[in-house]
């Protein structure tokens, strides 16, 4: 299992604690840029030394695993790069030690590439995922797609099957997110 969180606008005290309750032992910080102007306690140095106050790793892979596809790019183009599934394999392969946890700013999974572009990818391979939420529950993948198809309209179209439908909601999810939120 691997399982996501954004770090909002969290105190670093609750973040921690959110993350211990959910049993991580290694952050996979999946920003593009990992720092944060509004929230500094999130900057790369700063996060890695409060994680490891508590005994948790962590590990930067925003270049392969970040939100940022060029001038025109979509996430599908991030994702089919080779550099994209080598950090997924490897992301697996960490989950023999250590609990994974994918982190990056947003607040609600489906406003993050964390879920759009990565979890959707993770779960394609069958791995299972789950994300941590604000409130310190916890929703798994699959709720979150039927958020997402819900939201998208795709729950009800009878001539594509659950994949198609899904394909499809993503694509609208992400445009979405281009034009109202920086990823």
């Known amino acids: 299992m691997i399982k996501t ?3 909002s606008n969290h105190a670093i005290e609750r973040f921690l604690d959110l993350l211990t309750k959910g049993g991580v032992s290694l952050l ?3 920003r593009s840029v990992p720092y944060s102007r509004r929230f ?3 900057g790369r140095e700063r996060l890695k030394k409060s994680l490891a106050e508590v005994g948790i790793d962590y590990v930067w892979q925003g270049a392969a695993l970040g939100g940022k596809p060029e001038a025109g790019g979509s996430y599908d183009t991030l994702a089919a790069r080779p550099e994209f599934g080598a950090a997924l394999d490897r992301l697996t392969a960490s989950c ?3 609990m994974p946890c994918l982190m990056c700013a947003e607040k609600d999974p489906l406003d993050c590439h964390r879920t759009v572009l990565v979890s959707r990818r993770l779960a394609e391979r069958g791995i299972a995922v789950e994300h941590l ?3 310190g529950t916890t929703r798994p993948h699959e709720e979150i797609e039927e958020a997402l198809l819900r939201k998208s309209g795709g729950d009800s179209d ?3 099957d659950r994949g198609q439908r899904l394909a499809r909601a993503y694509k609208v999810r992400e445009r979405a997110m281009k034009g109202g939120s920086a990823q």
Do not use: T, Y
């Open 96 to 98: 023999d030690d250590a």
């Open 5 to 7: 969180i954004g770090h």
């Open 28 to 30: 996979v910080d999946v």
């Open 158 to 160: 009878l001539f594509e």
């Open 40 to 42: 500094p306690q999130f």
């Open 133 to 135: 939420l604000a409130d």
